[in-house]
Nanobody, 115 residues
Framework: VQLVESGGGLVQPGGSLRLSCAAS????????MSWYRRPPGKGRELVAA????????NYADSVKGRFTISRDNAKNTVSLQMNTLKPEDTAVYYC?????????WGQGTQVTVSS
């Protein structure tokens, strides 16, 4: 299993970023996918999750209405559109899948929201 995130960077408050995660090594369309983040000095927290078919999504209260998770099962990718970014969104963002009772994480991509 391999998860490779991309799309992080430095953005001003109120700006937008789109993260992508390319997945391989498993039948992507059969598994729910999630995005987590680890803010500086804090533990990892769930940001958003999407069901295998993409019909169900869940969000942390702190990002509801600002972030949108989506997936393309034909391309084996899951994305996170982040709008109206705030300084408290600064974190390393990780793609996650639970495959055959094991947890797999990407290497993470840094998102920094600062003026």
């Amino acid at each position: 299993v391999q998860l490779v995130e991309s799309g992080g960077g430095l953005v001003q408050p109120g700006g937008s970023l789109r993260l992508s995660c390319a997945a391989s090594g498993f039948t992507f369309s059969r598994y729910a996918m999630s995005w987590y983040r680890r803010p500086p000095g804090k533990g990892r927290e769930l940001v958003a999750a999407i069901s295998s078919a993409g019909s169900t999504t869940n969000y942390a209260d702190s990002v509801k209405g600002r972030f949108t998770i989506s997936r393309d099962n034909a391309k084996n990718t899951v994305s996170l559109q982040m709008n109206t970014l705030k300084p408290e969104d600064t974190a390393v963002y990780y793609c996650y899948v639970n495959f055959q009772i094991r947890s797999y994480w990407g290497q993470g991509t840094q998102v920094t929201v600062s003026s």
